[in-house]
């Protein structure tokens, strides 16, 4: 089936998302495991508790033990100058942070890309591991750098490259020189400007008056960016397409769609690790769940996890049900129909991020035949405007806040860098 594609009136990005009517003979709550877990654990105050901005500090869980955001691109769809055959792949942590103030990665976690090869666009998602970018992360020093191990692991092959170091605040960024077997990868972690916009208290007020618990209303304009001014810690991978193909192919040719998550995991007491937090596409766990009480759960498995889910599989049909309401109830709350909500949960799972590299990166550049996004994400996508749209039907097309601004109170974020790693420097 030919790749869908959006509008072309960039004002408003939003797919062209025709449902047609469906036989689901998957249980739905099996699909919405993995929906559930696109923005991770949320347990922010009581008024925005669904954010993966925000989740607060608790005994368990520091700032450093959360994702934010998710971004992959083709280098030269963000710089024309760059080679045309590298990915970028972006994992921001340690939301919310304030300027002008040194954070770190945590020193007990290990930080993970994990890549699958994809035979075609509209083959499901696997959640297999054919390739993981795996960073750990040493004490600071006196000067505010932690070391960096880097461990590439690649048809069953563990690859140990030390001696990296993070950028500290105020610096010029350090780009970390990797050679695994004859391909150049580069790296950097440190502080970065959070590329992130939303009106996200505006969107809580939205959502509870369609679905019913408070008054109804619109979003502002201008609205309010509430990541405007904070900064995250930064992890940015620049790899080349060649070293993910590997040298598995489908039919006579190399793979050039991958799947891409993100993943958090820290040890037991036993010493083994487990999955913390996971994370892929953006945005969809916000729009869908009021209460967030059963994610962390769910935050603990992977899209392996999930495509049994998919396949009907328990004990994944059990765990997912007492969320499977809730979501489909503020779909149709959004306006949507019966079918069409199904539909929708049935094209983001299982939750990866995928990325068709022979064409343009972009959220909202295409979508697959199962109407699910095929582009990977680039850093000034708006996808809370392609959401929003997509949930509601159209009804609902914009926050009113954009990456440059002027938004309310007349913030906007950074310039960009022209070069790797791209993202906007610190406040």
């Known amino acids: 089936m030919a ?34 877990l696109t923005l991770g654990v949320t347990t922010i105050p009581q008024y925005i508790n669904a954010s993966d901005h925000d989740d607060g500090e608790v005994d368990t869980k520091g700032r450093n033990l959360s994702l934010t955001d ?17 990915l970028v792949l972006v994992m921001n942590t340690n939301p919310r942070s304030l300027a002008r103030q040194q954070y770190f990665f945590s020193t007990n976690a290990r930080y993970e890309f994990k890549v699958t090869r994809v035979g075609n666009n509209d083959a499901a998602a696997t959640g297999k591991e054919d390739v993981v970018l795996r960073f750990e992360f040493g004490e600071p020093n006196d000067k505010g750098q932690q070391r960096i191990t880097a461990t590439i692991i690649r048809g069953g092959k563990a690859i140990k490259s030390p001696g990296h170091t993070t950028t500290p605040l105020n610096a010029e960024p350090i780009i970390n020189q990797m050679s695994v077997e004859g391909n150049k990868l580069a790296v950097f972690a440190g502080l970065r400007e959070d590329p992130f916009f939303f ?33 995250v810690n930064a992890i940015a991978v620049r790899v080349p397409i060649k070293f993910l193909q590997g040298t598995k192919t489908f039919g006579e040719k190399p793979a ?14 036993g010493g083994k690790y487990k999955q ?22 769910y935050n603990s498995v992977g899209p392996d996890f999930q495509a049994d889910a998919l396949a009907g599989k328990e004990p994944a049909a059990k765990i997912a049900a007492p969320i499977v309401a809730e979501a489909k109830a503020t779909l149709k709350a959004l306006g949507n129909s019966d079918d069409r909500a199904n539909a929708l949960l049935g094209a983001f799972l299982p939750d990866v991020m ?24 680039m850093l000034k996508d708006d996808v809370i405007d392609i959401t929003l749209s997509v949930l509601s ?17 007349g913030t906007g974020h950074q ?5 790797f790693p791209y993202l906007a420097e610190p406040n």
């Open 3 to 36: 790749n869908r594609t959006t509008d072309d009136d960039k004002s408003s990005p939003r797919f062209s998302f025709r449902v047609p009517p469906m036989n689901l003979k998957k249980t739905i709550g099996l699909s919405l495991l993995a929906l559930t």
């Open 70 to 86: 998710l971004y992959v691109f083709r280098e030269k769809d963000q710089n024309p100058n760059a080679d045309g055959d590298n």
């Open 199 to 231: 009106d996200v208290e505006q969107f809580f007020r939205v959502r509870a008056g369609l679905a019913g618990f408070g008054p109804k209303v619109g979003f502002r304009s201008p609205g309010y960016d509430f990541a405007a001014g904070y900064n």
């Open 256 to 269: 050039t769609t991958f799947d891409v998550w993100e993943t958090i995991s820290v040890p037991d007491r």
């Open 276 to 297: 913390f937090e996971q994370l892929a596409r953006p945005g969809i766990a916000e729009g869908l769940l009021i209460r967030q009480n059963l994610l962390a759960a």
């Open 354 to 377: 995928r990325i068709d590299t022979t064409g343009p990166s972009g959220y909202g550049n295409a979508l697959n035949g199962k109407l699910s996004p095929i582009r990977g994400r």
């Open 393 to 409: 039907d159209g009804a609902v097309k914009t926050d009113n806040v954009s990456y440059e601004g002027p938004n309310a109170g």
């Open 415 to 419: 310039p960009l860098l022209a070069n």
